[in-house]
């Protein structure tokens, strides 16, 4: 738009120049025409009376003085105009150099400007491009390492698992070996007889069938079966009896050829006694043992010679046996199962 303004005005300059030219040559036109009428008028004054030719030489001389003074003030004026279009002409022409080197200066402005977004968005998609490499690297360094953990853990679940395989076999009874079975006072005998040919629980018998299961998966020579304490507690003598020999009867099945021995219950203190009425049961349970033996063909030994008050732990339960006893007492169980 600036740009069309200062072409319009120069235009405008030039037509007033163009315009001067034209006038500057009306009046010296005019001027010559004056100068034709005076010569003729002095021409054709001779012969005339002398007042009416001096009279008509001044009227032209009159008319050529003011012809002439019309003509220096038209050529003053011109002049004048000639400079103002001059000067506005090249005030319009540096106006057009200044809006030339502006529009030059905005050009190189717009193309550093847009360098500056392509190099922006080159420095962007340089650093998507980046990010986006470092984020697969971290990907697949994750994956790698779930890969390396997941190897380690399903080789720490194989080693568990032999490990578990191998502890088991350690604890499963040897074939053809005596077994001692029964409640939590059995567990003293591992001390003094193998602990893989020990088998206990701290509940009544009915409630771990799968022991009976591994005891009888060892075709022992020989078994002792100690439980009644946790058994008479729970059910009382007689509701636990009927557990205990269908417990013995299956192993008896999976195992037929195995001496079967079943121990009495011992007593527990008179404190504890006193405190739980079914175990004041425990020498009716030991008549349903004989009984229950007798009905089966296995071996019913009772193993109390020596047995007191001493035999619990000192400030214990009244329930379980110190290891004095304890030894003592697998020894009397060895000689009555004899091994």
């Known amino acids: 738009m600036k740009g069309k303004r200062i072409l319009y005005g120069l235009v405008g300059a030039l037509l007033i120049l163009a315009l001067s030219a034209v006038v500057g040559r009306g009046a010296r036109t005019q001027a010559a025409a004056v100068d034709e009428t005076l010569l003729l008028a002095v021409e054709n004054a001779a012969g005339q009376d002398p007042a009416a030719a001096a009279s008509r030489v001044f009227a032209a001389e009159s008319s050529r003085s003011k012809a002439i003074r019309d003509s220096i003030e038209a050529s003053i004026s011109l002049e004048q105009s ?3 279009s001059k000067a506005e002409a090249n005030r319009l022409l540096l106006e057009s150099i200044r809006a030339a080197g502006e529009a030059r200066e905005s050009r190189a402005a ?7 977004i392509e190099v922006s968005v080159e420095e962007s998609v340089r650093q998507s491009l980046e990010e986006s490499a470092a984020e697969s690297r971290r990907a697949a360094e994750a994956a790698s390492r779930a890969a390396a953990s997941r190897a380690a853990a399903e080789a720490a679940a194989r080693a568990a698992a032999a490990s578990r395989a191998a502890a088991e076999a350690a604890a499963q009874p040897a074939k053809g070996s005596v077994i001692l079975f029964g409640d939590s006072r059995t567990q003293g005998f591992m001390n ?5 040919q020990v088998i206990f629980t701290y509940d009544p018998i009915s409630a771990h069938p799968e022991l009976i299961t591994k005891a009888a998966s060892a075709y022992p020579n020989k078994i002792v079966f100690l439980n009644g304490i946790d058994d008479v507690l729970v059910y009382s003598a007689d509701g636990a009896i009927g557990s205990y020999e269908a417990a013995i009867t299956r192993f008896a099945k999976l195992s037929p050829n195995s001496k079967i021995y079943v121990h009495s219950v011992l007593p527990v203190r008179a404190d504890v006694s006193a405190k739980y009425a079914r175990l004041r049961g425990i020498d009716r349970y030991n008549q349903l043992l004989q009984q229950m033996c007798a009905r089966h063909g296995w071996t019913y030994i009772d193993c109390r010679a020596g047995f007191s008050d001493a035999a619990y732990w000192p400030g214990g339960d009244g329930i379980h046996f110190n290891n004095t006893w304890t030894a003592n007492w697998l020894g009397q169980i060895r000689k009555a199962a004899g091994f």
């Open 110 to 116: 717009s193309i550093a400007e847009s360098r500056s």
């Open 82 to 84: 000639v400079a103002e």
């Open 192 to 196: 003094f007889w193998p602990t893989r």
